[in-house]
């Protein structure tokens, strides 16, 4: 992978590389954003905890963003907004359930997962922050799409987006506007939120956990390939925004820490591996 020289080649790049993506992998998105049409379905409270769902439409139908913290928080230190893939979208309902049952009005809930309500507990009593969460098209038994009969190439653009308009609506009817956004996901779901932070601004940090280290090892946006892979796009995100990357290893991510490095980056790339065993 070349390597830039300055900051003036860095930005040509960059905006060959927006340009490209926006032709080849997100052509399927409006020339004009449509309307959030955003509405908070619920906010209840509940044992030092609040919940609130948030719908509004997205590609592919109305879509629900869930924001929690601690009931009356006016003004967040911060806000992370969590891209689930199945596994955490069944945690977050075993983490809800305990108090917000009723709320989430789902059928077939997980088992309650009193532990983790009570880390939520504890964390909102600790922390002026707050968390949201959205399941993507896909995710979950009331998706409004199959993964299995939607073509890779259209689904990862339409979770793409829609975790675009999540973020809009945190800002706007969540009223976190002012409130530093953190974006975080796992696996093909920190793929998502890696794309989709490129095109929302002021994005204050990413968590990327276990992100595949190339389109090639992936079947996550394959459209990318041709363009960049992904050590580039990590620099796109790097350039304005602190990266964490949590992985078994330290391999895999020379490129954007040497080029945050050569043009004099404030943020710096960290790489996050499990402790040793003691």
């Known amino acids: 992978m070349k390597k830039p020289k300055d900051q003036k080649q860095w930005e040509s790049w960059k905006i060959k590389w927006m340009r490209t993506l926006q032709k080849h992998c997100f052509s399927d998105w409006p020339n004009q954003p449509n309307p ?15 919940l609130r769902a948030i719908d509004f439409d997205g590609p592919a139908g109305r879509q629900t963003l869930y924001v929690s913290h601690y009931p009356g928080l006016e003004e ?4 992370v907004l969590t891209t689930l893939g199945e596994e955490g979208w069944t945690d977050f309902l075993a983490a809800m359930r305990p108090e917000f049952e009723k709320e989430l009005g789902f059928e077939n809930l997980p088992e309650p997962d009193l532990k983790s309500f009570k880390q939520h507990q504890g964390m909102y009593r600790s922390f002026k922050w707050a968390m949201a969460y959205l399941a993507p098209s896909g995710i979950g038994p009331n998706s409004l799409l199959n993964p299995d009969e939607v073509p890779k190439s259209q689904l990862d653009p339409i979770r793409v987006l829609e975790l675009r308009k999540a973020v809009q609506t945190l800002r706007s009817t969540g009223r976190m506007g002012k409130v530093p956004v953190w974006l975080q996901g796992q696996g093909i779901m920190a793929g998502v939120t890696l794309y989709a932070g490129l095109f929302e601004p002021d994005i204050a940090r990413f968590d990327l956990h276990d992100l595949p280290k190339s389109h090639k090892k992936s079947s996550f946006l394959e459209n990318a390939l041709p363009i960049l892979d992904l050590p580039q796009t990590v620099a796109l995100a790097l350039e304005h925004s602190q990266v964490i990357m949590y992985q078994d290893d330290e391999e895999g991510w020379d490129y954007p820490a040497t080029t945050a490095k050569q043009l004099k980056w404030n943020n710096r790339l960290q790489i996050r591996t499990p402790s040793p065993p003691k």
């Open 36 to 50: 959030l049409n955003a509405k908070e379905r619920f906010s209840a409270q509940s044992k030092g905890v609040s």
């Open 76 to 79: 967040p230190d911060l806000v």
